[in-house]
């Protein structure tokens, strides 16, 4: 499996932030799969920040889940990062990732590292929140 991410760039503050994780090599409906998102802003370390599963249902960090929200396009076989009301705080490279295993999907639900556990991880792609 591959991933690519994809959106812009350059958001500006309020805006809605919208990043596309395309895969390939595999089905996002391929039982047990599990599709995340994770970011790093800049001198910071890496951030959890929710996932969807090969069935469609979500997780996410309890520190972001008011203002994410994670979907998918089964037809287009990518999954979805929303985040609302950015601000110059949310400016990081922002990188999906996967894995086929429910081990590490409970450990990304209730450890708060548990998604360096994840196998497969797109190059990520900067985003920077500026007016």
């Known amino acids: 499996v591959q991933l690519q991410e994809s959106g812009p760039g350059l958001v500006k503050p309020s805006q809605t932030l919208s990043l596309t994780c395309t895969v390939s090599?595999?089905?996002?409906?391929?039982?047990?799969?599990?599709w995340g998102w994770i970011r790093q802003p800049p001198g910071k370390g890496l951030e959890w920040m929710g996932a969807?599963?090969?069935?469609?249902?979500?997780d996410y960090s309890p520190v972001l889940k008011s203002r994410t929200s994670i979907s998918r396009d089964t037809s287009k076989n990518q999954f979805t990062l929303q985040l609302s009301s950015m601000t110059p705080e949310d400016t990081a490279v922002y990188y999906c990732?996967?894995?086929?295993?429910?081990?590490?999907?409970?450990?990304?639900?209730?450890?708060?590292?548990?998604?360096?556990?994840?196998?497969?991880w797109g190059q990520g792609t900067q985003v920077t929140v500026s007016s």
């Open positions: 969807i599963d090969y069935s469609g249902s979500t």
């Open positions: 090599g595999g089905s996002i409906t391929t039982n047990y799969y599990y």
């Open positions: 990732a996967a894995d086929f295993s429910l081990t590490v999907q409970a450990m990304c639900v209730i450890h708060p590292q548990g998604y360096k556990l994840l196998e497969v």
